[in-house]
């Protein structure tokens, strides 16, 4: 059997299979990971100016700014056929009374475009600002605007729903995370590097429990040793092949 086989064979039997996925989830839209060689959002930009507190204390309009080009430039692109193929995988789930939980590092709308429900944004995401004094949620479209808008109740400075560098993950959105790991019998890990923690510690968690882990990544990554199967793919490629 090829490990594609075998990967198949554990999606298609598993009951609770949790997917977690990282930038390299939507780089086949057009979405720049962050630590890729030469094309990283994180090679061209030091991101203790773009995603930190400090940061953002030291100039807020540049900050707004980069996010809103960034949350523009989401809008203009598609989910790609991993995203697709995944909501797939739901839907089919759901019918045979399994489940499917999506945590995401990304701060991106793809998978709830291509059709699925996002249990966990564990970074937050581009498209729920907020009142950083008040904390009052803004409308999706608001992260589009520039200038900088204001809160409308307090009249203080409007933040990117992101999380950043040094602040603790939304406490929802680990709790769900942690809910599903706990439960899952299969780990699916898509496009991440497995650098940044905790996002980083639930395939390990997996891993501890004895729930066998799928790797997609054309590269190896932190996460690799944790792997049972290591298919050494793209998302938009290999995800259609294991799921279909
Ligand atoms: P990274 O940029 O660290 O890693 C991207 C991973 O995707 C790498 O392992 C690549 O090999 C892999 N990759 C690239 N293209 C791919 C493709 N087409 N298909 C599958 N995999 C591909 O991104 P993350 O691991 O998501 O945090 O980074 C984690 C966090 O660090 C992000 O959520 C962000 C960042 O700072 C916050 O914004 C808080």
Same mark, same amino acid.
């Given at each position: ?10 999606? *298609? ?14 780089? #086949? ?14 090679? @061209?930009?030091?991101?203790? !100016? ?12 540049? %900050? ?7 949350? @523009?430039?989401?809008?203009? %692109? ?11 995988? &739901? ?12 945590? !995401?590092? @990304? ?9 699925? !429900? ?38 203080? &400075? ?17 709790? *769900?995370?942690?809910?599903? %790991? ?5 780990? $699916? ?11 980083? &510690?639930?395939? #390990? ?11 997609? @990544? ?13 298919? *050494? ?8 092949? %294991? $799921?279909?």
């Amino acid at each position: 059997m090829t490990d594609t086989e075998r990967a198949a064979e554990l999606i *298609a039997h598993a009951e609770r299979t949790v997917v977690f996925t990282g930038a390299g989830m939507s780089a #086949e839209s057009g979405i720049p990971t962050f630590r890729d060689a030469l094309v990283g959002m994180w090679e @061209n930009h030091d991101p203790m !100016t773009l995603a930190s507190p400090e940061g953002w204390t030291a100039d807020r309009d540049l %900050v707004w700014d980069w996010y809103a080009q960034r949350a @523009n430039d989401v809008r203009r %692109v598609d989910p790609n056929d991993g995203h697709i193929a995944l909501a797939q995988l &739901s839907v089919a789930a759901r019918i045979d009374g399994r489940a499917v939980s999506v945590i !995401t590092q @990304n701060v991106d709308d793809l998978h709830e475009r291509a059709g699925s !429900t996002v249990a966990s944004h564990l970074h937050g995401s581009l498209f729920a600002p907020r009142c950083e004094s008040c904390r009052r949620p803004e409308s999706a479209d608001t992260a589009l605007i520039t200038p900088r808008p204001m809160c409308p109740l307090c009249g203080d &400075s409007l933040r990117p729903g992101v999380v950043w560098f040094g602040e603790l993950l939304p406490r929802d959105a680990w709790a *769900a995370a942690s809910d599903a %790991v706990a439960a899952c019998d299969l780990m $699916i890990v898509i496009g991440t590097s497995g650098v940044v923690q905790p996002a980083a &510690s639930l395939p #390990e968690r997996a891993h501890v429990q004895g729930v066998p882990i799928i790797e997609v @990544n054309p590269e190896p990554s932190e996460l690799t040793r944790l792997a049972t199967i290591r298919l *050494a793919g793209s998302a938009a490629e290999t995800l259609p092949r %294991v $799921i279909g």
